[in-house]
């Protein structure tokens, strides 16, 4: 089976503008999952998506969104870009009652 | 609010030795604690999982405990090699899909 993808992989946006940023799960699984990876903070929950149904939800600003389609592929956007959201975000996908997560390689969102 | 802590933050040792990778957490009601390896640059690869009623877990030469009562997991690498050389990160699940992190051991093992 093909691994969690994501997409693009590598990102640079100016301040102000906005992103969206892709994960494609391994098939069959239902379940996808977004962490922002900073320096300073490590890594840190941002949402899951299960069935197209946001289920949990981190404590980042509503400038962060995602959503989930019915074939489980979820995207993530951040508008209204600040320099403190430069990072590595990284999905995860748990095929459901299961506890483990399959992360992907990542994108690189750099904000200058 | 769950609060994990790996100790240390970084640890370099010569090829063949033994080590031990700490880590502690602040809310015992979890529901699975699983250690995760990180290349530089790199998404996240699972090692061990640990369910919450478990006491430990071996792979090859990892092995990796937990005690829920006392909030604390170890990571038991064998025989390291210079392969090994990675940051490795523990995190506390607190449902199917919502992990809390560490801020993980960078490991530096030299030939």
């Known amino acids: 089976k093909a691994g969690v993808t994501q997409t693009p992989r590598y990102l640079i946006k100016t301040r102000g503008q906005q992103v969206t940023l892709s994960c494609s799960p391994i098939?069959?699984?239902?379940?996808v999952s977004w962490y922002q990876q900073t320096p300073g903070q490590g890594l840190q929950f941002l949402f899951e998506?299960?069935?197209?149904?946001?289920?949990n939800k981190g404590n980042f600003p509503g400038r962060f969104s995602g959503r989930q389609f019915s074939n489980s592929r979820s995207e993530m956007n951040v508008s209204t870009l600040e320099l403190g959201d430069s990072a590595l975000y990284l999905c995860?996908?748990?095929?459901?009652?299961?506890?483990?997560?399959?992360f992907g390689p990542g994108t690189r969102l750099t904000v200058t | 609010k769950q609060e994990v802590t790996q100790i240390p933050a970084a640890l370099s040792v010569p090829e063949g030795e033994n080590l031990v990778l700490n880590c502690s957490f602040t809310d015992s009601a979890i529901y699975n604690l699983q250690w995760f390896r990180q290349d530089p640059g790199k998404g996240l690869t699972s090692l061990l999982l640990i369910q919450s009623s478990q006491r430990e877990q071996t792979s090859g030469r990892l092995n990796a405990s937990l005690d829920k009562s006392s909030g604390r997991s170890t990571l038991y690498i064998a025989a390291s090699q210079p392969g090994d050389s990675a940051t490795y990160l523990c995190a506390v699940g607190s449902g199917y899909s919502t992990l809390t992190f560490g801020k993980g051991t960078m490991l530096l093992v030299s030939p």
């Open positions: 098939s069959g699984h239902r379940s």
């Open positions: 998506y299960f069935s197209e149904t946001q289920r």
């Open positions: 995860a996908s748990n095929p459901g009652g299961s506890y483990e997560q399959y």
